[in-house]
C-alpha cells in the first residue's frame, strides 16, 4: 500500500522530497563528483560508466550543451586515467529535434572517445525511440568500429529479433529489463515474464560474436546469467556485470570478489529530476527506507 501511495503521489511530490530520497542514485551536480565517486568505485574494484543527466531536449542549443558536457567528461576520464566509459542518451543529443543532429552530436563525442580509448553506450530510452536508437547505432559503429555499442531492454517483445542481429553483428550489447512502461501490445508486463524473456535474449546474446553488459540486480538472473556463462564456455574478456549506482552495494561486492568484472552506472548533473523519478517509481521502498532514516534522525537529534 506504501508503494502504491508512493507511486501515485509522484507526480505532486515537491521536488525537494524526490531529491533526498533519490539522492542515493546520483553522483552529485559536478563533475568533479562523479569523478570522486568513479574513484571510490575503483578502489573497491568496480568500474563505471559516467551518465550525464539530461532528456528529451527540445532546444538544439541544450543539445550542444549536453555534447560539450560529455567533452568534458572524456577529458576528466583521460586526465584522471579514470576505469571508466560513458552512457549517454538519443533524446538528449537531439533526437527529437532532428534524428541527423543527434547523430551529428553523437559522432562528435564518438571522435572524440576513439581518439581517447574510452568507449561510449548509447542508452535506451522508451519504444517509441527504439528503432530510431538502432538506425543511428548501426550508421554509428560502421564509422567508430568498436567504439560504441547499443542497449536492448528485455522486456519489449521485438526484443529477441534484436538480439540475434546484434549478436551475428558481434555488437556490445547492455541487456537490462528495461525501465519505461509499455503497452502490453509491444512489451512484456509480468515480472516473472520479463525474467524469462530476459533470459531467452542473453542467452542468444552471450552464443552470439559480440561482448555482453548484464544489467541487472536481480540476484536470480545474475545466477541464471553465471550458470549460462559455464555452460556456453563464455570467455571473462566477453562479458561484464552491470549495476546502477546506488542499488545492491553487497551483491556488486559479491560479484567483484568472485573475479567477475562489473561495471556501476554513475550519473551526474544538474537534471536529476526525470531520473529520479523513474527510480522511485521503479522502487518506492527507496522512500520508506529514506523516510525511517529521515525520522530516525529526526528523534536522534
Ligand atoms: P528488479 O527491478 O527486479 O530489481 C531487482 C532487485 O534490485 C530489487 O528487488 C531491489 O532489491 C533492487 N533494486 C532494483 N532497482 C532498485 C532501485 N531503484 N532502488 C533500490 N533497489 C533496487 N533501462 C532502460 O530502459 N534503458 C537503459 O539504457 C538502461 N540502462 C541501465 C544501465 C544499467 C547499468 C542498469 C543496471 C540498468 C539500466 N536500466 C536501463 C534499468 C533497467 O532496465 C531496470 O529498470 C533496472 O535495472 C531494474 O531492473 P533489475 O533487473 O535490477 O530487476
Not at 524473456?197 to 553465471?226: F, M, P, Q, S, W
Not at 529520479?276 to 522512500?287: G, H, K, M, Q
Request: contains cysteine; proline residues 4%; charged residues 25%.
Amino acid at each position: 500500500m506504501f508503494d502504491s501511495l508512493v507511486r501515485a503521489t509522484l507526480p505532486i511530490t515537491p521536488k525537494p522530497l524526490i531529491h533526498f530520497f533519490a539522492r542515493k542514485y546520483v553522483a552529485g551536480a559536478t563533475l568533479a563528483e562523479a569523478v570522486a565517486t568513479v574513484r571510490r568505485l575503483s578502489e573497491n574494484g568496480c568500474r563505471a560508466t559516467i551518465d550525464v543527466l539530461g532528456e528529451s531536449v527540445t532546444e538544439r542549443q541544450h543539445a550542444a550543451g549536453a555534447v560539450a558536457s560529455y567533452h568534458e567528461v572524456l577529458d576528466a576520464i583521460t586526465a584522471g586515467s579514470l576505469a571508466a566509459h560513458v552512457s549517454l542518451k538519443p533524446t538528449q543529443m537531439g533526437l527529437n529535434i532532428d534524428p541527423a543532429l543527434c547523430r551529428d552530436n553523437i559522432a562528435s563525442v564518438l571522435e572524440h572517445a576513439q581518439r581517447a580509448g574510452i568507449f561510449v553506450r548509447i542508452d535506451m530510452e522508451d519504444a517509441p525511440t527504439t528503432d530510431a536508437t538502432l538506425r543511428l547505432y548501426d550508421e554509428l559503429i560502421r564509422r567508430f568500429p568498436r567504439a560504441t555499442g547499443v542497449v536492448l531492454q528485455a522486456r519489449l517483445r521485438r526484443t529477441l529479433v534484436d538480439a540475434a542481429a546484434l549478436a551475428e553483428a558481434g555488437a556490445n550489447v547492455r541487456l537490462c529489463k528495461g525501465i519505461y512502461l509499455e503497452p502490453r501490445t509491444i512489451a512484456y508486463e509480468e515480472r516473472e515474464t520479463i525474467r524469462r524473456a530476459y533470459l531467452h535474449a542473453l542467452e542468444i546474446l552471450l552464443a552470439g560474436r559480440g561482448y555482453v553488459a548484464i544489467a541487472t540486480h536481480d540476484e536470480l538472473l545474475v545466477c541464471e546469467a553465471l550458470a549460462m556463462i559455464r555452460r556456453l564456455g563464455v570467455g571473462p574478456d566477453r562479458f561484464e556485470f552491470q549495476m546502477l549506482l546506488g542499488v545492491d552495494p553487497e551483491l556488486r561486492a559479491i560479484l567483484t570478489s568472485a573475479g567477475h568484472r562489473l561495471r556501476v552506472y554513475v550519473p551526474f548533473g544538474s537534471h536529476w529530476y526525470p531520473y529520479s523519478v523513474r527510480r522511485l517509481r521503479e522502487n518506492p521502498t527507496i522512500a520508506r527506507v529514506g523516510l525511517e532514516a529521515f525520522l530516525r534522525g529526526r528523534m536522534e537529534s
